[in-house]
Structure formats: structure tokens, C-alpha cells
């Protein structure tokens, strides 16, 4: 089952923003420059361009298939080079790419392959593409699945293992250069932003469970909320750098 992304476009415009570990990794990995045209396949609403836009001044280009995602990027960017498009129909057929990436996208697609076949064509030899995912492991250990367990089952269908990323990337023509995992611990109780994404589900995944689920979850998180419950939350984020080879 596809995540309607029209329908959640308002409310993840309102509670989500950059994660600040991964704008940091994308920053050391594609070391933006000023005037550089940057694509960001899958831009959503358009919050890490935005901020690349603003520290480094980098040139906006982002491929986004669903209209009203793809409209409040387009406003918040103020650029024409925000188009509609996904991994079977890639735009910008007349620009060559020297830096490319992607966050929180790829579990949505299942031909892996036609993605890099299709970048490789729209990118500069030697060029770097940057894919932010997570890893079977760090998938486990969301704190969250305490009150939605079926998540887990789910997401792994849903997210390819690390190891077939590279793979199929390279068979595509691409050369895997590093793989960087991040893992951030803090023992907190819930905090305010996170329960509201949480209550206009714009965590994806909570489209695809039952609603009973949902609710009963929902609840007991309002209560751990209400009374501070202390929570180990660990979050991990797998990065994997591919260069352009021709
Ligand atoms: C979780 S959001 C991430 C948005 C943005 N990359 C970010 O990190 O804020 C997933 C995005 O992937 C887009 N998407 C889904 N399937 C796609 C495809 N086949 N090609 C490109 N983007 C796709 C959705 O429309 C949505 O905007």
C-alpha cells in the first residue's frame, strides 16, 4: 500500500522539519558550494534544500511526484526547478548533476533500479548521490514501537536492506565509495513535537497499521506523555555515497 502524500502535505509541512544529524552528514558528504546546482530526488516540502539554500547559497533543484508536496516547496524555495517527476520519469533532461540526494525516500520505491539507471543519465562523471536511509537494526530500535508493534514488520518490507542498495547501485553503474551510520541515545520522555507528529501521523507508517492499533497506541502515549515516562530513545541513520562512473 502507497502513503497518499497529497493528503499528508499539510500536516508535514507542519511537523516536520530538517534533522539536524542528517543535514550534518549530507553537508560533510556533498560539501555544498556557493551557485551549485544541487537535486534533492523526493524534495517532499522542501526543508533541506531550503537550508542548503540558505547556508551555502547553493542553486535549488528538487524532483517531488506529489502535487501539494511538490507546491509548498516550490513556495517556500521560490524556484522553477522544482518539478514533478519520480524514479521512472526524471526531469531535467538537459542539466548534468555533480551532487545528488535523497532522505526518507527510498522505501517507497520498489525498482531500485531504474532510480540510479535513471540518475546515472541526468549526472556528471564523478558525480556524488547521497541516499539517507535506515538499516534493518537501527529500524528495531525505535522507541515508538512500544506502542505500535506492528511497525516493525512493515517498515522492514518496506526499507531494503543496506547491502541490496549498494548492490543494485552499482550494478547500475554507480561506485559505492562509504557507508556512514549515525546513532544518537538519550533517555527522555516524549517530547511535544514528536507526539504531535505522532497525532497528525506524519509518520508515514502510521498510515499503513490498523486503527485500532493506532488509537490504543495514541493513547498510551498520551499517557506516557501526561506523566513524563523517562523513554531510552535511540535514533540511527544510514548514509551510502555513490560516485558516478562511466
Ligand atoms: C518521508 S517524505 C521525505 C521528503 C523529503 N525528502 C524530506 O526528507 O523531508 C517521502 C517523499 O518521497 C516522495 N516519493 C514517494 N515515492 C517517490 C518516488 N517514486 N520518486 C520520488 N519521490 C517519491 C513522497 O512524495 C514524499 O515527498
Known amino acids: 500500500m502507497k502513503i497518499d502524500y497529497n493528503q499528508q502535505a499539510f ?9 539536524p544529524i542528517v543535514y550534518s552528514i549530507l553537508s560533510c558528504m556533498l560539501t555544498p558550494q556557493k551557485d551549485e546546482a544541487i537535486l534533492d530526488f523526493g524534495c517532499g516540502t522542501g526543508n533541506y534544500l531550503k537550508q542548503f539554500s540558505i547556508d551555502y547559497g547553493i542553486e535549488v533543484y528538487g524532483i517531488e511526484p506529489s502535487v501539494k508536496m511538490r507546491k509548498i516547496a516550490q513556495e517556500k524555495l521560490q524556484s522553477d526547478h522544482i518539478l514533478a517527476g519520480d524514479h521512472t ?15 526518507d525516500v527510498v522505501h517507497h520505491i520498489d525498482h531500485l533500479d531504474l532510480l540510479f539507471q535513471n540518475l546515472f543519465k541526468i549526472s556528471n562523471n564523478g558525480a556524488k548521490f547521497c541516499i539517507c536511509t535506515e538499516s ?8 515508538w514501537l512500544k506502542y505500535f508493534p506492528s511497525i516493525l514488520s512493515i517498515d522492514q518490507k518496506r526499507f531494503h536492506p543496506i547491502e541490496e542498495v549498494i548492490r543494485i547501485g552499482e550494478n547500475a553503474g554507480w561506485v559505492h565509495r562509504e557507508t556512514v551510520k549515525t546513532e544518537t541515545q538519550i533517555t527522555a520522555s516524549i517530547s ?3 507526539l504531535e507528529r ?15 492499533e493506532y488509537q490504543y497506541g495514541v493513547s498510551l502515549m498520551e499517557t506516557d506523555y501526561q506523566n513524563q515516562v523517562l523513554l531510552h530513545q535511540n535514533e540511527g541513520y544510514t548514509f551510502i555515497l555513490f560516485e558516478r562512473k562511466s
Do not use: C, H, M, W
Request: charged share 25%; net charge positive.
Open 198 to 212: 505522532i497525532r497528525q501521523k506524519s509518520l508515514s507508517v502510521l498510515n499503513l497499521i490498523s486503527s485500532e
Open 192 to 194: 511535544g513535537t514528536f
Open 11 to 19: 500536516n508535514y509541512e507542519r511537523t516536520r522539519t530538517i534533522e
Open 136 to 143: 534493518s537494526d537501527q529500524l528495531k530500535e525505535k522507541y
Open 89 to 103: 520519469a526524471i526531469p531535467f533532461s538537459n542539466i548534468r548533476f555533480n551532487k545528488l540526494y535523497s532522505t
